[in-house]
């Protein structure tokens, strides 16, 4: 999961933040398509960020 971290700095630098965004809905969703329940995709992504805490839910929020 420290891969997807980079991966999210990476984009952020090179893309900036509409990319992120798209990018962690993306991963939320195929968390979800992978069997995972919201609260478990949402915790997963929250555990493999280093964003600040309640970051990806915000994300997420945007979405949904």
């Known amino acids: 999961m420290k ?9 952020l630098r090179q893309e900036g933040p509409r990319a992120v965004k798209d990018s962690i809905w993306i991963s939320y969703t195929d968390l ?5 329940n919201k609260d478990e995709a949402i915790e997963t992504l929250s555990r493999c960020s280093t964003y600040p805490e309640g970051t990806i839910h915000k994300v ?5």
């Open 3 to 11: 891969m997807l971290n980079m991966y999210f700095e990476n984009l």
């Open 32 to 36: 979800i398509n992978s069997g995972y």
């Open 60 to 64: 997420l929020n945007e979405y949904l």
